[in-house]
């Protein structure tokens, strides 16, 4: 089968840093930390007061009403991010046939605030008062549905819940099914809106989430005093296209998807593999699939949650990968600025890399002030760096032990 090249050519975003992408890379740049106090609901009977919210975001400002109201705030933040990479691209369908467009967008747990609202009302008011609109918001998937009609995009509509691994596996998916002549064009991402009473209960009872109260030492990837991560919130959407089709419309390019990798540790509930194993496999799946050598990626957009056995597992898995280039290569942890954004963390971080790429510029793991022996690499530590980069790999590793790993080559004409 011919293998098509394609191409990253419209970006959005609606983040803890900023409600679009432009903003967001910016703030990346300026390494700015997206984390405060949790201002949806009040957390003071809970122990963890931290999240990385999407802030100033009026849904009435980009759509109507009627519809923002018969959206889950997860479905909002991913349709505006869609109308921004759409326009960024300037791409319409009278320049694509329908039915060769279309999306691919995770959630790893869609409308919960909805479920947890509307639980509330049934067990006060009875179960059949509850809202008719309750299930057709609340579903993981209607990111993406609304996506598709939104745009009337006819081709393919899926949505992989893959948890923390859910954005990196869209997109991937989306590079393999344009790559292999499915589609020509696909939007493709992740969304995420879960800062609620339930899920920071969840996760602080699991102990996955730092209970810090500084927001400067609360999201702290590779750093021997990390104790969980700080959730986030948002999404990120990227238009990718067939190379010729792009080509064909005078579309500017942010990068070229070149690989993809994706394995599951078939391990453990929650915990990876101590050594990173199935994360590695995933890391050089996608340098196989692109046809390159290990030695050619300069930079890895890590996983890095901040949590003790991510970290350091991550940390093994690229040393295994990259033998003593690990030490050559820049890795570092954007989750320091954005907090773990769940089923849209790979697809913000998937957009940084293209980004990166596009700029010559390597985003800093921001607040980190005591090195781990196990977490030894470089780690592009508090700042930021100019460089070229020809080569850069984003990793996802999600409870359930998927992994997935893309890999993105500067645009070269």
Sequence with gaps: MERRRVVITGLGAVTPLGLTATDTWQ????????????????????????????????????LPKPEAKRMGRFTQFAVVATKEAMADADFTLAEGEEDRCGVIVSSG??????????????????W?????FYIPTAICNMAAGQIAIHTGFRGMCSCPVT??????????????????????????????????????????????LSQATDPNRA????????????????????????????????????????????????????????????????????????????????????????????????????KTVFGPHAYELAISSTKSMTGHMLGAAGAVEAMISAMTLHDGFIPATIHYAVPDPECDLDVVPNTGREKDVHYALSNSLGFGGHNGSILLKKWEA
């Design 27 to 62: 703030a990346v740049r300026e390494g700015r930390c997206g984390i405060g106090p949790i201002t949806q609901f009040d957390p003071a009977e809970q122990k963890v007061k931290l999240a990385a919210e999407v802030k100033d975001f009026v849904p009435e400002n980009y």
């Design 109 to 126: 747990i869609g409308g919960l605030s909805i479920t947890e609202a509307e639980h509330d009302k049934g067990a006060a008011k009875g």
């Design 128 to 132: 059949d008062r509850v809202s008719p």
């Design 163 to 208: 948890a923390c691994t859910g954005g990196t596996n869209a997109v991937g998916d989306a590079f393999h099914y344009i790559r292999d002549g499915y589609a020509d064009v696909m939007l493709c991402g992740g969304t995420e809106s879960a800062v609620t009473p339930l899920a920071i209960g969840g996760f602080t009872s699991m102990k996955a």
């Design 219 to 318: 999201s702290i990837p590779f750093d021997a005093e990390r104790s969980g991560f700080v959730l986030g919130e948002g999404a990120a959407i990227l238009l990718l296209e067939e190379l010729e089709h792009a080509k064909k419309r005078g579309a500017k390019i942010y990068a070229e998807f070149v690989g993809y990798g994706a394995t599951c540790d078939a391990y453990h509930m929650t915990a990876p593999r101590a050594d990173g194993s199935g994360g590695a496999k995933a890391m050089a799946m996608a340098i196989a699939d692109a046809g390159i050598r290990p030695e050619d990626v300069d930079y890895i957009n890590a996983h890095g949650t901040s949590t003790h056995l991510n970290d350091a597992g991550e940390t093994a898995a690229v």
